[in-house]
């Protein structure tokens, strides 16, 4: 990793996410306009992984659906989830 990521990046990839296989509560908890399929590879924050998905703050989770899009779905997350997210140390 440290030959194509930041430092920064690398921390984040291995102190703060985790890789995961979506659950049946994961499918049933998502929009309908984003559909999840059961063991869909997905990322999501390690600090509030233990709460149900609607007491964590907004983007905890993500399933990117290529590999480019693993990269856009980790800054969203940085952005967006990490600075509301009342698990985080």
């Known amino acids: 990793d440290p030959e194509w990521l930041s430092e ?16 049946s509560d994961d499918v049933a908890s ?3 306009s984003k559909k999840v399929r059961l063991g869909q ?3 999501r924050c390690r600090f509030c992984a233990h709460r149900e998905y609607h007491d964590r ?3 905890s989770a ?3 659906t290529t590999k480019c899009r693993i990269y856009q779905s980790l800054t969203m997350m ?3 989830h990490f600075v509301k997210c009342e ?3």
């Open 62 to 64: 993500s399933y990117p």
């Open 57 to 59: 703050a907004g983007r």
């Open 78 to 80: 940085l952005r967006d």
């Open 41 to 43: 590879a997905g990322i």
């Open 8 to 23: 920064f990046l690398c921390y984040v990839r291995t102190q703060c996410v985790e890789v995961f296989e979506a659950s």
């Open 30 to 32: 998502r929009v309908s």
């Open 87 to 89: 698990d985080m140390p």
